[in-house]
Nanobody
Framework: QVQLVESGGGLVQAGGSLRLSCATSRRSILSINTMGWYRQAPGEQRELVAA???????NYADSVKGRFTISRDNAKNTVYLQMNSLKPEDTAVYYC???????????????WGQGTQVTVSS
């Protein structure tokens, strides 16, 4: 079983910055393809914020382009999200996602963290 643990959420004023981290358990992981961050605001559907492949290709939601940066450390199976110029509308629970191949399986599967709250005050 792959475990993803997010950290770095919190309360920040508009215009401020936060850095989220997501560490994965290394036991049984053979390979991780895409890693990403999603968010879900109250009453809204979960949406993709940013994703990065093992080769370093990045994809961002239009609403965060130019403000957020996703990066990963393949050696540590860790993904980060640097969030700058935060806005109140960025307030949500942020979830880490990893598409991983684990020992004993033959297909990649999606794994999720528990989520970390980000609150941006105006």
């Amino acid at each position: 079983q792959v475990q993803l643990v997010e950290s770095g959420g919190g309360l920040v004023q508009a215009g401020g910055s936060l850095r989220l981290s997501c560490a994965t358990s290394r036991r049984s992981i053979l390979s991780i393809n895409t890693m990403g961050w999603y968010r879900q605001a109250p009453g809204e559907q979960r949406e993709l914020v940013a994703a990065i492949t093992s080769g370093g290709s990045r994809n961002y939601a239009d609403s965060v382009k130019g403000r957020f940066t996703i990066s990963r450390d393949n050696a540590k199976n860790t993904v980060y999200l640097q969030m700058n110029s935060l806005k109140p509308e960025d307030t949500a629970v942020y979830y880490c996602n990893a598409r991983a191949l684990t020992s004993g399986t033959y297909n990649y599967a999606n794994y999720w963290g528990q989520g970390t709250q980000v609150t941006v005050s105006s």
